[in-house]
């Protein structure tokens, strides 16, 4: 795909830094926002979830990788909280990860959600091997609306079950990933249309 600059590549470690275009080379991080047109921000994910954040009037862009480590600790706060749009003026989209079907986890990830947050626990369902099936989807999107952010989309893909589509660690080991990219576009440079 044409992109306007080469991609903001982080160095991700399922954290809750969230980087700046000026400091996101310099240390690990999880996220990257900005507000400058033309600047590609990006994560790359193989079962975790990449979050996509605008402001609606279009001034800032943001990017998150929201594996459970990082979902549980707080990126997705972290990452609206630089925005200086208020989480009710921002849009999200919930990009390919792996689903509730194929996500078996233990009780200390249930209980580092469960634990801060009771209502959580409508996230995990009990499977017949005594763990937990886990909602990626669902506990960002509680997050995210706790936050104040409501208008969120995407979610209904599943990393693990489509072999053909995506990279799935938890299916293949290791393996490539998939790249996530935002940018704003400069209004300087939109197209003309004309009849």
């Avoid at 991609?7 to 690990?28: N, Y």
């Avoid at 594996?67 to 989209?93: D, N």
């Amino acid at each position: 795909c044409d992109l306007p600059s080469e991609p903001l590549w982080l160095e991700q470690v399922h954290g809750t830094r969230v980087a700046t275009p000026e400091d996101a080379e310099s240390a690990p991080a999880d996220a990257l926002v900005t507000d400058r047109a033309g600047l590609v921000c990006a994560v790359l994910t193989a079962d975790c979830l990449p979050v996509v954040l605008a402001a609606a009037d279009g001034s800032e862009v943001g990017v998150a990788h929201a594996g459970w480590r990082g979902l549980a600790a707080g990126i997705l706060e972290a990452t609206v909280a630089r925005f200086a749009a208020p989480p009710e003026a921002l849009a999200a989209w919930l990009g390919p990860a792996i689903s509730q079907p194929a996500f078996e986890v233990g009780d200390e990830v249930r209980q580092a959600f469960v634990g801060p947050d009771p209502g959580a626990d409508r996230c995990f369902a009990a499977n017949a091997r005594g763990r937990w099936q886990a909602d990626l989807y669902g506990l960002a999107r509680r997050r995210l609306t706790r936050l104040g952010v409501v208008k969120v989309r995407g979610g209904g893909r599943c990393t693990f079950a489509e072999p053909e589509v995506f990279y799935s660690y938890r299916r293949d080991g290791p393996c490539g990933r998939m790249a996530t990219f935002v940018y704003r576009a400069d209004p300087a440079q939109e197209l003309e249309i004309t009849p």
